[in-house]
């Protein structure tokens, strides 16, 4: 069975950084997109970004300029770094595997 185990999550002040990180494992046996959403409360869970296999991305208009994804392929992992945060990025973020494998989340809390 595929695995997917977030971290990095945390309180920050608005402006500040994150850095999440999300490995996959379990029987995967080639590479995959992969990417993170997030849900905040009372919301639909939305894309923030994503990495094809070959390293194509794809961001939400609100986080493009700010967020930055990449891949680590031979571990199966994958990064979202998060720059000049704000109070509405507060959210439980996802990590995705293709096709719909789904980490556990992970929490992100921006204060003002």
């Known amino acids: 069975q595929v695995q997917l185990v977030e971290s990095g999550g945390g309180l920050v002040q608005a402006g500040g950084s994150l850095r999440l990180s999300c490995a996959a494992s379990g029987r995967i046996f080639s590479i995959k997109a992969m990417g993170w959403y997030r849900q905040a409360p009372g919301k639909q869970r939305e894309l923030v970004a994503s990495i094809s296999s070959g390293g194509s991305t794809i961001y939400a208009s609100s986080v493009k300029g700010r967020f930055d994804i990449s891949r680590a392929n031979a571990k199966n992992t994958v990064y979202l770094q998060m720059n000049s945060l704000k109070p509405e990025d507060t959210a439980v973020y996802y990590c995705?595997?293709?096709?719909?494998?789904w980490g556990q989340g992970t929490q992100v809390t921006v204060s003002s």
């Open positions: 995705w595997l293709q096709s719909d494998y």
